[in-house]
Each structure stands twice: as structure tokens, then as C-alpha cells.
């Protein structure tokens, strides 16, 4: 009976969302579907505990900046949770598809001659070492390059076909950014929103305190009572969406130098994987 080794490197068991049974992304981009399922369960776990506690010392103070001031925190803390959970999922993908590198596939023998003959050989080594070697980038890029390697007449014809698969990768993995974009730019705006909800708020009120002022001392200061409330509207709106912007801007440049440091290394990899030991005969070219 012929022995079968396992796979070197398993997707399911590396990847965040592949281990947790749900969909996935696109290379280092987690999916959609995934990061909706996770921010509801992470919202309402945060609004859960929140209205659990509500009633003590802790919950007086944190519900009402979850809740209230015109509802407007409630989308600010979703979009903000939905970015957080995007980018930590990401940061997990980008540390799964590096454990492919660790995968050497083309034989340490000088002797050894990369050729379109040899070619099928290495992509056999590769499927062998993944159990689905085109989820990592670099093997996927190696595998695609070597399956049509007879078609190549030159050396150079590999490193260029390289690196426009490489300026492919790079644009996929940039438009995953694109509802990220979307929400770091709405949030900022969700409090100004609230600026002027405030605002508008707290002038209503202004003019009912000075229609009162020729009344009772305690009815202005009711009136007056209401105008604070709307410049607390205000500010605490705008400075829980700027605050949230600032961390989510912080954590998306370390997520992004990573994501563009894989690709140097894929890129990198696969020149002295691939075009280093490339011969191309004439008689084969």
C-alpha cells in the first residue's frame, strides 16, 4: 500500500475564518459575510453586557454614551466594531498566508535545472506540501507560472509574467480596502451629523429659555437645562466618532504595511524560488 504523506501546511487550520466554519475571502480580504456575522455578534455583546449592567455605577455612565444623544453613537459603534473586526481578521489572514513560505518546493541540488520540463514535477511537490495550495498567494503565484511554462520562450518571459501577476494581487487585496474606506469616512461624518443635531437642539431650547426668562427662576433653569443636553449631543458625538476614526486609522496603516510587506516577500520569493533557477533550452523555448 502506497503511503500518502499530509499536506506540510493546512488552509483550513491556518486561516481565522476556514477554522471558524465560515466564508472565505479573497486572499488576505476577509469576506463580507463573515465580518457582518462577526460585528453582530461583537455588538451585541457589548450592547448586552451594557443593558445587563445599565442599572449600576458602571452601566449608568457607559449605556448612555452607547445609546443615547440622539441614537447616534448605535451606528458609530457598528461601523467602528465592523472596521476593527475587518482589520483583526485581516492581520490574522496575512500571518496564515506567510506560513507558505516555510513550503520549499524546488530541490536544494545545484545540479537542479528549473524547465518547462522539470515544471510539472515541482507543481506536483506543491500540491503535496498545501491541501489548497491556490489560497496562499505565493504558491498560487508559482503554480500559475509554472503550469504554462512551455508556452514561455524566454527567462525574462517568467519574471514578467511574475510580476504582472504580482500587480494583480495588488489590486485585489487594495480593493478590499474599499468598504473600509467607506466606513472610516462615514463614521467622521455620522458625528458631525450629530454636530448639528446638537446644535439645532440646544438652540430650540436657548429660545425657549429666554421666552421664560421673565418667569420663575426655576423654569429657565429647566430651559437652560435642555440647551446643555444639545451641546452635549454635540461635541460627545463628534469626539466618539473622532476618537474611533483615530484607532481605526492607527490599526488600518499597521494592517496595510503588512499586507503590502506579504507581497514584497511573495514577490521576493518567487524570483529566487523561480527565476533564479529557470533555464529555458532552445530546443524547448
Not at 476577509?30 to 451594557?50: D, H, K, M
Not at 507560472?145 to 487594495?174: K, Y
Not at 425657549?208 to 440647551?227: E, P, R
Request: charged letters at 20%.
Amino acid at each position: 500500500m502506497t503511503h500518502v504523506s499530509p499536506p506540510l501546511i493546512r488552509f483550513s487550520r491556518l486561516d481565522p475564518e476556514a477554522r471558524l466554519g465560515l466564508t472565505i475571502g479573497s486572499n488576505t480580504t476577509p469576506s463580507a459575510v463573515t465580518c457582518l456575522l462577526l460585528t453582530s455578534t461583537v455588538c451585541g455583546a457589548i450592547y448586552g453586557a451594557s443593558y445587563w449592567f445599565h442599572e449600576g455605577e458602571w452601566g449608568a455612565v457607559v449605556w448612555p454614551y452607547l445609546t443615547g444623544f440622539s441614537g447616534i453613537p448605535i451606528p458609530i459603534t457598528v461601523l467602528s466594531v465592523w472596521c476593527f473586526v475587518f482589520l483583526t481578521l485581516k492581520a490574522l489572514k496575512i500571518k496564515a498566508q506567510r506560513a507558505a513560505f516555510q513550503i520549499q518546493f524546488v530541490p536544494d541540488d545545484t545540479a537542479f535545472v528549473l524547465s518547462p520540463s522539470t515544471a510539472d514535477a515541482i507543481v506536483d511537490a506543491i500540491d503535496r506540501a498545501a491541501d489548497e495550495p491556490n489560497r496562499f498567494l505565493f504558491l498560487a503565484r508559482a503554480r500559475s507560472v509554472l503550469r504554462i511554462m512551455r508556452n514561455l520562450g524566454r527567462v525574462s518571459d517568467v519574471d514578467e509574467l511574475i510580476t504582472s501577476r504580482g500587480h494583480q494581487d495588488e489590486a485585489t487585496i487594495d480593493s478590499g480596502y474599499t468598504i473600509l474606506r467607506g466606513f472610516v469616512w462615514a463614521i467622521p461624518v455620522l458625528g458631525f451629523i450629530g454636530t448639528v443635531v446638537g446644535l439645532t437642539q440646544a438652540m430650540g431650547r436657548f429660545g425657549s429659555a429666554l421666552k421664560a426668562a421673565g418667569q420663575d427662576l426655576d423654569a429657565v433653569t429647566q430651559q437652560l437645562t435642555g440647551v446643555l443636553a444639545g451641546l452635549d449631543t454635540a461635541f460627545i458625538t463628534t469626539a466618539e466618532a473622532l476618537i474611533a476614526v483615530i484607532f481605526i486609522h492607527l490599526m488600518q496603516t499597521i494592517v496595510r504595511r503588512a499586507d503590502e510587506q506579504l507581497l514584497d516577500d511573495v514577490r521576493e520569493a518567487c524570483f529566487h524560488a523561480i527565476v533564479s533557477r529557470v533555464r529555458i533550452p532552445k530546443q524547448e523555448a
